[in-house]
């Protein structure tokens, strides 16, 4: 008898066929599919009809394309656009003389500014605090709405991309300046601009979508040293100015680049070696235990590395109720997971604070349906084991106690014992939006959360929220 059986014998909750582990199952494609035989322990009033269908207009607004990261990067463009439009309306084209770089120079640091404190974990944290302040008591739409706050990566990238454009508009400017004879700059000073510019151009390219996807170790790299190395450009072009047109502590861009500077920096003042106790149930995970005097609120991540300089991997918290510490649960999905499980270290380093995750938003709504995938339920164990919010969960993994453990499959029984655990060895992979649905529905959760890869997240989010009902996952866009 498994640890899944042994948990429905001694509470006495029937055991879903879905949990049943394979080997003990018939032959594949003899026995009745999960979805055929699953009950969910709710009452019958609990239960919600199919909300309306939505009208097109709707259902393209909830469409990947229009998506609220995207329209936060269109809020921004649209503000950067304005301002150079006013910016080049003051000018006068025919007299190169007459440009004035120092309108760009600004909007290069108050771009800069904004997209370094939209990745600062403090920020990050403050934003989930506010956004979930909303009682359930408020309209479904607006909390649906707040519920997106994990996009505001939207407002990182497009910052960022707005501050190089404005750096080579500010080049551009001051190359229209030296040629007419007007410009105060050095040549050295012109030269490191250039400089400045092909480096910001190229830790820009490699955070395209299609380049970090591919070559993510070398985009870490690159925006971390690059980073770094543009930083350090910056502030010296900065004081240069600001030593040549007056006082440098009464010139804004000084201390708007203070700021991002401490932003920077304040996780790495945090920066620690800490032990780790690593328990490994198949060689596709590893259970990783710490407790180094700290526990992290559930739903959060810890970014971890074995190597500070080179890479960073974060991965969901998952603390346990009235216990010190914390657990990961990483999962092999490349190099650096598959080497660490394979080394088994004994020690790594940690930076920075614990940081909120997409599930956090599950405190805007009266129940809700997490829907993961393989390793994806990691960052879903600490919301279930908390308990702060009426939660079902759908979980489709390979043979679940073989690949994570009988302890943590019991551990997860204990607290979901009507879990729909789809086992993909035995059944195949299902089709997760219709089984989503199927247990809105019969659950009467208000909204869904997916954790799985990015493209079952936007299949299930997309395919969710285009019939009515709010759906939430992770967009990978750091």
Known sequence: MTVVQEHAAQSGTPLPPSVVESEHQPEHGSAPSPEETHTWAVEPAERRTAPPTPRPVSRLFKSRRLK??????WLVAAVNLAVAGSLVAEWNLSDLGSVDPSGPANMVVANLTVAVLFRQQYVVNGLFWLATRAPTSWPLAVRWTLGKVYHFGGIHSSTATAAVVWFVAQLAATTATMSAGASAISVWEYLLSFQLALLLLTI????????RQKHHDRFEK?????????????????LVQANRVGSILTYPAVWALAAATFSVALPWLRLKKVDIDIESPSNHVALTTFDYGYTPFAGSSTAVSRDPLREWHSFANVPVPGQDGFKLTISRAGDWTGNFIDDKPDK???KGIATAGVANIEVLFDKVLYVATGSGIGPCLPHLFAQEVPAHLIWATRNPTKTYGEKLVGEILAVQPDALIWDTDAHGKPDMVELAYDAVLATGAEAVICISNSKLTWQVVEGIEQRGIPAYGAIWDS
Request: proline share 3%; charged share 5%.
């Open 222 to 238: 690159t925006h971390r040293w690059g980073g770094w190395t543009a930083l350090a450009l910056f502030w010296i072009l900065t």
């Open 204 to 211: 820009l390219y490699t955070a395209m979508p299609f380049v």
């Open 68 to 73: 609220h990261y995207n329209r936060l990067v």
């Open 348 to 350: 790594v380093w940690v």
